[in-house]
Each structure stands twice: as structure tokens, then as C-alpha cells.
């Protein structure tokens, strides 16, 4: 007989946009945490895309306060590249943050940064042991394959999606690159056939993909270092209106529809580990805490539904779906955090990792 609970390490969420300050009317550091909490994600890494970007030690620090008070599980952040601070010279920044995100197409936020005389300086100067992130659909994605021949580093690849960008990838990899990548639920379950159905509820960067390019991150799971939920709340208003913006919730339901994967045998509960846990603090230099665990119980099975979740913007692209294990417990620091539904601490109990 199958047992019913299982314990595995907390996840670590390395790609969540938590809206505060400045858009706390999509979410906020509260309701984002919490909802992380309830999807077993004890540990988040909050992108600089602000509705003030997180691109100076001003913006960082005033981030810093406001988020400070309203944390239930722990937390790192992002600085973000602009075409003013390409230098980075304050060792005060770098030891505030996880790493490097810079925008190399469009997309919510503006950090878009397109001049390539500036990118090649963040290349160079941002520290060698601090992992750059590049949002790169395409042809961006052989760009910076090539500017690292130029600027040898390491560099994380945000949200894969196509099959030619996880071949690019593999090749990379096995040439020698210290390359890292990541992909989303979102793009390991939805297709465009999907998107037809969700509407602007499933517009997110990069778009949702054929059925041939899920198949192809699936046969390339052993290239993927990293599962994120790219967590992208916007008010249901917002996507209804004339020009939705892109990005769809998901911190919450990540490790639900791994499970489903792990039931259908097409990933190990080993391997859930590894993307989600240990890939992510190997990778990030987070310390791996081993007194952080989530209690799943995996025979239970319910629908995903927009009413039950604790994001703020309400809805979920997965909303009617039907999934096996639900986290029962989550335990953060030794200290059971959540239970059942219900977060048991005060929202300045979550950490700042880098503090
Ligand atoms: C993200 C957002 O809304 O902040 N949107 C998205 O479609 N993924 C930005 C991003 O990650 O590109
Ligand atoms: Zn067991
Ligand atoms: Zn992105
Ligand atoms: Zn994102």
C-alpha cells in the first residue's frame, strides 16, 4: 500500500513578483508569501521588476523596509540592470541581493534594456560568483550564448519555453558553458491550445507554447536545473481590459501539479527534490536549511479553484484542474508555519536570506 504522507524539503521559489512595493493591488509581500506557504515554497527570490524598478540602493532599501514587515516565509531579492548602472560598484547592492536580472525583451515592467555597448558592461562587471538572470525568449537566448563566449561567466536562463531554446541549451551545456536554466509549470502543462481557451487569463511572457515544445522540455528534464513558478499576479479587471498584461499566478500550485507528474511517472519525487530545493540553493548560493520540510498528503485529490486560493489577484490558469497531494504542513526554521489552510505566524516572521 502506497504511504499517505510524505516529507520532502521545503521548495525554494526563485522567480516570484510580489508587486511590492508599488502594485500591491495585484498582491503583496503578505499575500504572496502566504500564498507560498500553502504551496510548500518556504523560501522566495523577488524580481526588481517594481512599478519603480529595484535598478539603485535607494530602491532596494525602501524595498527592504516595506517588505520587512509583511513576510511570512523568508526571502531574497533581485537588483535589476538599466542602461545607468551597468558599473556596479556598490558592494553595498551586491550584498543585498541574490543576483543580476536584466530584461532582454519586452515585457511588464520597465527594464527593458536593449543597447548592447551597456549589456556587455553588465557582463563584465557584475561579480563573477553572483548568478546573472536574462529574461531572453529567441534569438536573445543565442545572443547570450555568444556574448559568453566574449564574457565567460555564469548565467541563469529564465523561463525556457521552446524546443530550440532547451536544445540551444543542451549544446551549450556540453560544450563547457556554466550555464543554468529554469522552466514553469505554465510551460510544462499549458499549450496555445489552452491559451485559446483561457484568453487573456493565459497571456503570459513567453506565450504558451505547442504541444511539440512541451514535449521536447519533458524529454529534456535531465537539462532543466530549476522548476519556478514565475509568479505574475494581475487583477482579474486588468486582464479583462483592452490591453491585458502579461504573466499568470502560480506559487501556489506548483508543487500540486509536479505531484500529478510524479503519479503519471513522468518525474521522480527525487528529482521534484532537485529542481525545486536543491538545484535552487546550489545554484543561488542559498544555505539549504535542513529544518525547513513540507508534509504533502498524497492520496488527497482536489480541483485547483480560483475561490480557495490565497493569492490576491484571485484566479489561477489552472483553476478546474483536478490534482493529487495537498500540503498539509509546512514547517519553516524548525517551526510549523502553515496548517491545513490556515498560516500560524505573524508576517514579519519570514527572513531576509541575505541579512
Ligand atoms: C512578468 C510580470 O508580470 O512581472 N510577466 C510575465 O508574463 N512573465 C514579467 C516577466 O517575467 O517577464
Ligand atoms: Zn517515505
Ligand atoms: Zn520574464
Ligand atoms: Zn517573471
Known amino acids: 500500500m502506497r504511504e499517505r504522507f510524505i516529507k520532502i524539503p521545503g521548495l525554494i521559489d526563485t522567480h516570484v513578483h510580489f508587486r511590492d512595493p508599488g502594485e500591491t493591488h495585484k498582491e503583496d509581500f503578505y499575500t504572496g508569501t502566504s500564498a507560498a506557504l500553502a504551496g510548500g515554497v518556504v523560501c522566495v527570490i523577488d ?30 531579492f533581485y537588483f535589476g540592470t538599466s542602461e545607468e548602472n551597468s558599473r556596479h560598484e556598490e558592494i553595498e547592492v551586491l550584498n543585498r541581493v541574490v543576483g543580476l536580472k536584466m530584461y532582454l525583451n519586452l515585457t511588464h515592467g520597465a527594464l527593458f534594456v536593449s543597447n548592447l555597448e551597456k549589456i556587455k558592461e553588465h557582463f563584465a562587471s557584475w561579480p563573477k560568483n553572483k548568478p546573472l538572470l536574462v529574461h531572453a525568449e529567441e534569438e536573445k537566448v543565442s545572443m547570450v550564448l555568444s556574448l559568453l563566449k566574449q564574457f565567460p561567466r555564469r548565467v541563469h536562463f529564465c523561463h525556457i519555453s521552446l524546443k530550440e531554446e532547451i536544445e540551444q541549451i543542451k549544446k551549450a551545456k556540453e560544450s563547457g558553458l556554466p550555464i543554468t536554466c529554469e522552466v514553469t509549470p505554465h510551460h510544462l502543462f499549458l499549450t496555445e491550445e489552452d491559451e485559446k481557451a483561457l484568453g487573456p487569463f493565459g497571456r503570459v511572457n513567453p506565450p504558451l507554447r505547442t504541444s511539440a515544445d512541451i514535449d521536447a522540455l519533458w524529454k529534456n528534464l535531465d537539462v532543466i536545473d530549476i522548476i519556478v513558478s514565475d509568479h505574475a499576479p494581475h487583477t482579474k479587471e486588468e486582464k479583462l481590459s483592452s490591453l491585458p498584461p502579461p504573466g499568470v499566478p502560480g506559487v501556489e500550485t ?41 508534509e504533502v498528503d498524497i492520496t488527497e485529490s482536489y480541483l485547483i479553484e480560483n475561490e480557495n486560493l490565497k493569492t490576491k489577484c484571485g484566479w489561477s490558469p489552472f483553476e478546474g484542474k483536478r490534482v493529487t497531494g495537498r500540503v498539509r504542513r509546512v514547517f519553516l526554521r524548525g517551526q510549523k508555519v502553515y496548517e491545513d489552510g490556515k498560516v500560524l505566524v505573524k508576517p514579519s516572521f519570514g527572513k531576509n536570506i541575505c541579512q
Open 47 to 76: 524580481m526588481p521588476n517594481n512599478k519603480e524598478p529595484i535598478t539603485t540602493l535607494q530602491k532596494l532599501k525602501q524595498k527592504e523596509e516595506v517588505v520587512k514587515q509583511k513576510a511570512v516565509c523568508d526571502y531574497g
Open 254 to 294: 506548483t508543487l500540486s501539479l509536479l505531484l500529478v507528474a510524479v503519479s503519471q511517472g513522468k518525474l521522480s519525487l527525487e528529482r521534484l527534490v532537485d529542481l525545486t530545493s536543491t538545484n535552487p540553493a546550489k545554484i543561488f548560493n542559498l544555505s539549504s536549511d535542513h529544518k525547513s520540510w513540507v
